[in-house]
Every structure is written in structure tokens, then in C-alpha cells.
């Protein structure tokens, strides 16, 4: 059985987490802003530069064997799925800004949760957009199992998590929002 094929159009962003059907692409003002920065970085400056050496590198002749072609070619294809990938996230955005949440003991987008698992074992995670979230810093996505859980909850609520092992059970000990600007 052959596996479906996509395109250069629908394959944009390989490495991106995907946003589940339906739902908006949720982000920060924070997030957008960097998103945005990028999409005019790649626009205004990186993808004039590798065009003009992609012109140079044709006007040397025999493309056959010319490697700064051939590599500018490709990198002029990564920039451009790059573009289109980012385009496309950012047009979808719903900026939505958690400073609106300060003060407050629930768990929404933005929210800065401290758990403890069944164990007694404490976490401590952000809240963010699926173009945002770094796990590495203890950002995790919106729609992330983990996140899905404590969504909604407040400050002492136990919530079931589903996890490899099983079902388990994790109790909110503290929400905190940015401040507002």
C-alpha cells in the first residue's frame, strides 16, 4: 500500500506541530510579533540575498555543475515554503493576550500553572500557542494533553490526565498570568 504523497503547497512547515481541525491558531501577542518578524526577515532581507546569488550563479554559464546554483536554488525553495508556511499560520492567528487573566485563579491560554502529580511531584508549565510553545523552557501547547487537562481549572481542582501509563491525577497549586502593559 502506497503512502499518500504531498505536495510542496501542503508539505510547508514539515517540523510544525499541526493545529488540530477546527480550533483557531491561538497565540500571543508575544508569539505573532515573532512570527511576524520572521515572515519580514525572510521576506526583506534573506530571500533578496539569495536571489541575487542565485542571478550571479546563472550568469556564471553552465548551470550543470555550479554549485552555488544548485544550492541557491534549494535554499530560495526553503525560504519560499517557509514564507507560504508562515502566511498562512499568521492569517489564521487569534492573538489572544493572558495579561486579561491577571489576578485570577483559573487556567486559560497564557496561564503559568504549578501541578503536582499523584506522586507529589511538582511541574511547572506556560500555556501557549502551538507556533510558540518550547518545551525546553517548560512551554507546553494549548493543545497538549498536559494543557487540555488544567484548562478551565483553579487553583486546588484535581484533573485526570491521561498518560502512557494511564490515568493519573494532577492537582493545580498555583495560576499566574503576565501583567498587563
Known sequence: MNAPTQSV??????????LPAGPKNYITPQG???LRQELMELMDHER?????VVHW???????????????????????????????KR???????????????DQVFF??????????????TITILGVDEADNLQGQVSWVAPIARALLKARVDDVVKLQTPVGME???VLQVSYPAPH
Open 9 to 18: 503547497d501542503e508539505d510547508d512547515e514539515g517540523s510544525a506541530a499541526p
Open 32 to 34: 505573532y510579533k515573532r
Open 48 to 52: 533578496p540575498k539569495v536571489v541575487e
Open 57 to 87: 550563479a546563472a550568469s556564471n554559464g553552465d548551470r550543470s555543475e555550479n554549485g552555488d546554483y544548485h544550492y541557491g536554488k534549494k535554499r530560495l525553495r526553503e525560504i519560499d515554503r517557509r514564507i507560504r508556511f508562515l502566511t
Open 90 to 104: 499568521l492569517e489564521i492567528a487569534e492573538v489572544t493576550d493572558p495579561s486579561v487573566h491577571f489576578g485570577r
Open 110 to 123: 497564557g496561564a503559568t500553572v504549578r501541578y503536582a502529580d499523584s506522586a507529589g511531584q511538582e511541574r
Open 169 to 171: 491525577e494532577v492537582e
